[in-house]
């Protein structure tokens, strides 16, 4: 086993030095005399001050394990497993610190991978690797594991030579010049999105809720950049850092490194304008959305003011509205109403060719404008056309915007829209309680597809008013949903806007956002309903 003492590993050092070889890929300390035959405990070891003499390369990084071989487990599979766990060469209390979490966090995967084999046993861990990044004398280094699933574990690991001193996420960040966190944040989220959306974009369209579910999920709880996650500094400019990306192949998520720089233009450059009867649209040039209301706009018989619409499809009181969720570069803009009522929808297209949309009606309803995600398997767009299309089912007409690709196809995009019926996926239908709030919530998948009643001593009372629960948008919040019911008991519909974020283990995490308190949930806190299906 090549685990080197601190003795021999300053000797390799010095060697290295002269012939250009790295220590993290030096020979053993049998090789180096007077090598004694443990390691010394960095705990043990002085903390003096920084080494500002030496070069600020790899050499300045030892091999803690070195391993590489082949072996055979009790089920006959022959595999290779290699192992490579540095450690930092400055004898500070900040080294020492690093070396010691690295020691505790990988450094025990390697004894138990090779006391498996001692055994003849199931080895676990696959490989550790490592790779290392210089900003001047700060190093990031960067250390990854993988298990015979290919599940990975990453960390960071951020060390200024010329300070002696361990920076952790938000201080290498500072460093970076990154110290506004909604810039972070938002580049952050956008780097996320953009790395969904490319590599899973072009899958059939009847396989978006569930990626609507995934793409939430991988954009949820990013703030984690400020504390565990892995984060390096890219060469050029921004910096990489790894995330959980939850994908359709099979094994929940992965950690994935996407690239952020929060200095990049946040847009495709272009301003976009879009108007209806009754609602407006923009674009910025740096990607802001907005959606404002006409509330002086009058029909031109003078029959119809905004407060009768306002009234007629129960839009709240909120009339400026930022677009959330919205992540894309847009070069092309639609707004109109579509189908048979009036129900106007923006569409956007995005420098890839692909199409996002926002439904007006219930953003405006909710009091929350969320784009409502990318309608995947619709690519190659290159502009948008209205039209008509014919309802088989009802067999009627109804007002559409089509997708047009450079050979002419045309997509019918409501189609796509009302094909998707996020609300419907298997994962979601059914009953969900928490004893927390002492209430439950049934999804149907026909209307009224909302039921909710109070939940006390494990019984589910029934429900006592029919509700429904309409799906407006998704951003990092999960997806934004408005619930309402009517209350015979008070003559009035009442109603509340929450976020839902499906989660791996039969349930559902809910968040109060606006409105009433239809779930008794408590305020900016998010609650765990779990499937609670008799």
């Keep these: 086993m ?36 443990e390691p010394t405990i960095a705990s043990e070891m002085p903390a003096v001050s920084p080494q500002k003499t030496r070069r600020l390369d790899d050499s300045r990084i030892l091999a803690l394990y070195d391993e590489r071989f082949t072996y055979t487990d009790p089920y006959g599979i022959e595999d290779t497993y290699f ?11 900040g080294a020492q610190n690093i070396n010691e979490m690295i020691s505790y966090r990988f450094g025990y995967l390697v004894e138990r991978a090779l006391d498996a084999r001692s055994r003849n046993d199931f080895i676990d861990t696959s490989y550790i690797t490592w790779v290392s990044n210089w900003d001047g004398p700060l190093l990031s280094l960067q250390i990854t594991s993988s298990d015979a699933m290919y599940n990975h574990d990453v960390g960071s690991y951020h060390y200024n030579f010329a300070t002696g001193q361990e920076l952790s996420n938000p ?65 050029s400019h921004g910096f990489v850092a790894t995330v959980p990306m939850y994908t359709p192949a099979g094994s929940g998520m992965y950690w994935t490194d996407v690239q952020v720089d929060p200095d990049k233009r946040q847009g495709s450059g272009q301003v976009l304008h879009g108007q209806d009867e009754w609602f407006t649209c923009d674009v910025s040039a740096d990607g802001t959305v907005t959606v404002r209301v006409l509330t002086d706009y009058v029909t031109p018989d003078g029959g119809l003011h905004y407060e009768d619409v306002k009234d007629w499809y129960a839009l709240g009181d909120k009339t400026d509205f930022t677009v959330t969720g919205c992540y894309s570069n847009y070069i092309k803009l639609y707004m109109g109403s579509v189908g048979q009522d009036y129900a106007p929808y923006v569409f956007l297209l995005t420098e890839e060719g692909v199409v996002e949309y926002i439904d007006v009606l219930a953003g405006a309803r909710s009091g929350e404008m969320v784009n409502g995600g990318p309608l995947y398997g619709v690519n190659g767009i290159i502009r948008f056309e209205s039209g008509t299309a014919y309802d088989t089912e009802y067999q009627s007409e109804y007002t559409t915007v089509y997708g047009i690709t450079r050979s002419g196809e045309r997509t019918d995009l409501m189609q796509a829209v009302r094909g998707i019926r996020p609300l419907s996926i298997g994962s979601l239908l059914g009953s969900f309680a928490s004893e927390q709030t002492g209430t439950w919530f049934s999804i149907a998948e026909d209307a009224p597809n909302f039921y909710t009643g109070v939940y006390q001593n494990g019984t589910l009372q029934p429900a006592v008013w029919d509700g429904s629960i309409e799906y407006c948008g998704m951003d990092s919040r999960g997806w934004i949903c408005r619930i309402s019911q009517y209350r015979m008991d008070i003559g009035r519909a009442e109603s509340e806007t929450v976020a839902l974020m499906p989660d791996d283990y039969v349930g559902v995490n809910v968040k109060h956002l606006g409105g009433e308190s239809i779930l008794n949930l408590p305020k900016d806190e998010y609650v765990w309903f779990e499937m609670n299906n008799p």
């Design 2 to 37: 090549k685990k080197l003492p601190a003795l021999a590993a300053a000797a390799l050092l010095l060697a290295a030095a002269g012939c250009g070889k790295s220590p993290a890929v030096a020979s053993s300390a049998a090789s180096v005399p007077g090598a004694v035959s």
């Design 83 to 93: 192992y490579q766990v540095p450690q930092i060469d400055d004898d500070t209390e």
């Design 171 to 235: 201080e290498m960040l500072a460093h970076l010049g990154y110290t506004d966190e909604t810039k972070v944040m938002h580049a952050l989220e956008r780097a996320v999105a953009q790395h969904f959306d490319t590599y899973y974009g072009n899958i059939d369209y009847d396989q978006t809720a569930m990626l609507y579910v995934m793409r939430a999920q991988s954009l949820s709880n990013l703030d984690g950049v400020y504390s565990y996650y892995s984060l390096y500094p890219q060469y």
